[in-house]
């Protein structure tokens, strides 16, 4: 995690409005507004990195409702779309959802065919390595 945390860091692009982490407060907040407990490495996950802006995609971040990777939105079009519900979207990638379940594995779910695609990742720091910092 250590590792991955440091590369994203380093990889960060420079924005003209930079992102700001998100507190403990907030995700609580978050969670009541999607009615399900965040697992505990995608609350490191918004925690720590939610601010790096790096690469083509965007993972959700949690501390600006006015931004269109804001999880509570990003939650509620996927599952609008049929992602199941005990599903909590790490990353949108038209037409793909990168989403995490209670214990934390992260599953790849194509809206487009309402099915969910033979990939997973570990948690949400493998996803981050193997597919973040590879995009």
Request: with cysteine.
């Amino acid at each position: 995690m250590e590792e991955v945390i440091d590369e994203l860091r380093e990889r960060n692009e420079p924005v003209p409005v930079a992102l700001e982490l998100p507190d403990e407060e907030t995700l609580v907040e978050i969670q009541e507004q999607i009615l399900i407990h965040l697992p505990f490495a995608l609350r490191e996950f918004l925690l720590t990195v939610s601010d790096v802006v790096y690469g083509r995609l965007e993972p959700v971040t949690a501390s600006d409702p006015h931004s269109h990777t804001f999880l509570p939105e990003v939650t509620a079009t996927a599952w609008d779309l049929g992602l199941p519900r005990h599903l909590v979207p790490v990353c949108y990638d038209a037409p793909l959802y990168y989403a995490v379940n209670e214990e934390g594995e992260v599953f790849l779910w194509d809206a487009d065919t309402q099915e969910m695609l033979d990939e997973t990742w570990e948690s949400v720091w493998h996803w981050a390595r193997e597919v973040w910092l590879e995009s």
